[in-house]
């Protein structure tokens, strides 16, 4: 469980391998598009501050998370990225739609780390409610974009 005073947004950029000759895809659900935009910002930031080139970072939007893992096997498949962000937003509603979306995407997104050779970053906030979301996609806690986006720099050199 996050602790609630982490800020995701915090890394050591001494520690992290740079990232300029890595190509990385961004797969971003368009569904609560003031939640993803944040989290693709706090990437795209985080990716760049770390050394990746602009032109190697692939920007593909699809409907909403449930969606996400096709949208990532194709641009894995098209794109031949080092890694790819899989960025979402599902929050609880009244009904189980909520639980049905968020399994469904974190096993999609588990099945391509087993199927392809290209590490799937989960970047899909799974909140109770819309501030929650606020505060982790630029908000108070930070930005989970930005720690997917070490995660993904990592995972991309692992094992190279």
């Known amino acids: 469980m996050a602790t609630e005073n982490k800020n995701l947004s915090e890394y050591d950029k001494d520690t992290i391998p740079n990232a300029k000759h890595l190509r990385f895809g961004i797969v971003v659900s368009e569904w609560n598009s003031n939640i993803t935009e944040g989290l693709y910002q706090g990437a795209e930031m985080t990716l760049l ?4 080139q602009a032109s190697n970072i692939i920007r593909w939007n699809v409907p909403g998370s449930f969606e996400l893992t096709y949208g990532c096997k ?3 498949q098209q794109e031949k990225p080092d890694a790819v962000i899989a960025i979402g937003s599902v929050i609880q509603g009244e009904t189980k739609h909520f639980d049905f979306v968020c399994s ?3 096993q999609g997104i588990k099945d391509l780390n087993v199927q392809f050779n290209v ?4 970047c899909v906030l799974t909140d109770n409610t819309m501030q929650q979301a606020i505060d982790r ?3 108070k806690h930070g930005n989970k974009g930005a720690e ?5 720099i990592k995972m991309a050199v692992l094992g190279n």
């Open 104 to 106: 469904a995407t974190a």
């Open 49 to 52: 501050d770390c050394g990746a």
């Open 148 to 152: 997917a986006a070490i995660a993904a």
């Open 137 to 139: 996609s630029g908000g």
């Open 119 to 122: 590490p799937v970053i989960f």
């Open 74 to 76: 194709k641009l894995i």
